[in-house]
């Protein structure tokens, strides 16, 4: 889901709020929210075949309005930074008589509930509440978003508290709220509460491991999706990530309840439904710029970054019960929403389709957006040729038309017939179609119609950690980023192709520790942070997280010392630079390899519980002890100085003017 604004009719409010519906949107125009299935809208959705039909419709359409809200708002200046994060939570189940953890499916039930608040008051809440693919998860946001403060960092941890204690005051007894990014044991049979069977013969996914009843029922939004993506593509999606291979390992894995021998690999865990991968939690951000310049270089600076976050953020080892071969969700979700048809991945000859794809459209991004940064896009991009011109024509510069008619080679994959014919001076909706269902590392965000909300971009590739602390930690770090790279106008861009790489390298098991990244060695820090370089004069370098985040003595300064430059400068009250100093720390550990990964964990419990085989295989008695531990480890109840050290005490305060009235001097122990 998006932290920010993405609809504009107002309308759209007044009905839902009157029914009371799960997904109503508030009427703060800055919090209102669409899911990152793609733009929740009301109305009865089409038929695929329907749909189908009006793919061009969407595409023409939309790229008027983006043309329209382009020439009314690429002059505004003078919006202040805001920003917020989104935590997703998967509701588990402990049946503590069978030693079994399933998926909760109470979502429906739980949404309305903790949108009260938000209905009754919607100026005034301190969370917000909105639905996520699986019927088994809800996302939480601060009520308001962040802004320019300091001290806004020390309060980031004490709202993801206060939205866990929410959301758990609602549950049953033995349920609990996690914030983990895959469910150890989805799709192994009965992994759901209540249990169903999966319909391979009907249904939307037809899936051998997923229920249809998995999947969130307060929207038609995320059934439709599920179905038309299938349908689009010609057949399910193959999701193959290769198994990890231990002693006792069997391969083929097995599959054999799948009916497609085509679509399993034999080294591979094969999953066949979008649920596997929009099943997954996740950590994002999104932040407000200036003006869109200073979005545009934003996005192009974070983009280097996301691989190195995602290998550093890395928590999800385990699918469909087996141990894999990779640490990180995203190739996982990658494949689950792939709608490409066999001509566009190559497979077959072009005939009916425009384009070969080589992406799925969720994935890493393609290219840079300003124009400065041009000549590192060094992979081919494929684009429509008739809408880039109509964008150039519309007063579109290059690389935003380019970027923008790379994605609308995608065809919608959910449509409304209440949303089919728009005003495309003050709508947005069939731009919006396209654009938030192209799931990347990056997204870059136009103002919505007719708002006091401003040019933002989202960060995308973070990993759900299990504790408030560390989520905290990994949110301040990138926002904290974020302020070195405009204050110290930092240049992290290097060819795209190489940002690729390390996409693919960052989700590789023990990435964080092991693997290498290509990184940019002159990034432009002031010299009392970066020396110069005592060696090559190489403009890019293969480094370790370690380098990256720490620093490489004549090859690179380091982010965390960069961090530490920018802060000395500025005035922190004492609980917030104790707090940050604490995050720091974790991700400084992380990085060194002091402290592991939260994948490497999951990993190590595993591999040493009394009952693993060596095998690969997560049971149900391992799943229900690794998922107890990791919850007590969320509440503070165990320790865990493998994975957080110790002492990781923050001073997280909710309420900023007391952070203002404390001593400066105020002990930090």
């Known amino acids: 889901m998006n932290f920010f604004f993405r609809l504009s009719a107002v309308s759209i409010f007044n009905r839902v709020r009157k029914k009371l519906h799960s997904l109503h949107i508030t009427l703060n125009l800055f919090r209102v929210q669409s899911v990152n299935m793609g733009l929740l809208t009301e109305g009865s959705p089409l038929s695929w075949e329907e749909t189908k039909a009006l793919a061009e419709h969407v595409r023409q359409h939309g790229v008027e309005q983006f043309i329209n809200l382009y020439r009314k708002l690429q002059d505004r200046t003078g919006d202040v930074l805001k920003w917020g994060d989104e935590v997703e939570y998967v509701i588990v189940k402990f049946d503590d008589k069978n030693e079994r953890a399933t998926v909760s499916l109470r979502a429906n039930e739980l949404l309305p509930k903790l949108q009260e608040k938000e209905l009754a008051d919607p100026q005034n809440v301190k969370s917000l509440w909105r639905p996520e693919y699986g019927v088994y998860m809800v996302e939480g946001t601060p009520g308001k978003p962040y802004g320019g403060l300091l001290a806004h960092f020390n309060i980031v941890e004490a709202n993801m508290q206060y939205r866990r204690a929410e959301a758990s005051a609602l549950l049953q007894d033995g349920e609990v709220i996690m914030s983990i990014t895959n469910f150890p044991r989805l799709g192994c049979t009965n992994f759901t509460s209540p249990p169903y069977k999966p319909t391979p013969n009907e249904g939307v996914t037809r899936s051998h491991y997923f229920p249809d009843e998995g999947i969130y029922q307060g929207h038609p939004r995320f059934k439709t999706l599920t179905s038309n993506i299938r349908l689009r593509r010609g057949e399910k999606v193959a999701i193959n990530i290769p198994v990890f291979r231990d002693v006792n390992t069997k391969i083929p894995v097995d599959n054999s309840h799948t009916l497609e021998p085509d679509a399993a690999k034999p080294d591979c865990v094969y999953m066949d439904a979008m649920g596997f991968g929009m099943g997954c939690c996740c950590l994002q951000l999104t932040f407000q710029a200036c003006c869109i310049t200073e979005a545009r270089t934003l996005y192009d600076q974070l983009a280097p970054l996301c691989p190195i976050m995602l290998a550093l953020s890395a928590a999800s080892p385990i699918y469909r019960g087996y141990l894999t071969d990779v640490d990180c969700r995203w190739n996982v979700i990658s494949a689950s929403v792939d709608c490409r048809t066999r001509e566009e991945r190559g497979l077959e000859p072009l005939k009916n389709n425009k384009f070969r794809i080589q992406k799925s459209r969720y994935d890493s991004i393609d290219s840079y957006l300003s124009p400065q940064n ?296």
């Open 374 to 669: 041009e000549k590192y896009n060094d992979i081919p991009i494929v684009h429509d040729q008739n809408i880039y011109k109509r964008l150039r024509e519309g007063g579109i510069d290059h690389p935003l038309a380019l970027h923008v008619a790379h994605l609308f080679i995608r065809d919608t994959v959910s449509l409304f017939s209440e949303k089919v014919h728009q005003d495309d001076e003050n709508d947005t909706d069939h731009f919006e179609n396209i654009q938030s269902t192209n799931w990347q590392t990056m997204r870059f965000k136009p103002p919505p119609p007719n708002s006091s909300i401003g040019w933002r971009v989202e960060f995308r590739p973070c990993e759900a950690q299990l504790t408030d602390f560390e989520n905290a930690a990994y949110v301040c770090f990138v926002v904290l980023l974020t302020r070195v790279i405009l204050s110290y106008q930092l240049n992290f861009v290097m060819p795209i192709s190489k940002v690729d790489e390390n996409m693919q390298r960052a989700q590789r098991r023990g990435a964080c520790l092991n693997e290498k990244f290509w990184w940019r060695r002159d990034v432009g820090a002031p010299r009392d942070v970066a020396p110069p370089h005592s060696d090559a004069t190489d403009e890019y370098h293969e480094m370790s997280i370690n380098d990256i985040v720490n620093g490489k003595e004549g090859v690179f300064p380091g982010l965390i010392p960069l961090i530490e430059s920018y802060l000395s400068g500025m005035d922190v009250d004492a609980d917030t630079h104790c707090s940050v100093q604490q995050y720091l720390k974790l991700i400084q550990r992380r990085a060194a390899g002091d402290i592991v990964t939260t994948a490497s964990w999951l990993r190590a419990f595993v591999t040493n519980h009394p009952h693993y085989k060596k095998d690969s295989v997560v049971t149900e008695k391992i799943n229900y002890d690794l998922l107890k531990t990791a919850h007590g480890i969320q509440d503070g109840s165990i320790p865990a100085p493998t994975l957080l050290g110790g002492g990781n005490v923050s001073k997280t305060n909710e309420d900023i003017p007391k952070a203002f009235t404390k001593m400066m001097s105020r002990d930090c122990s």
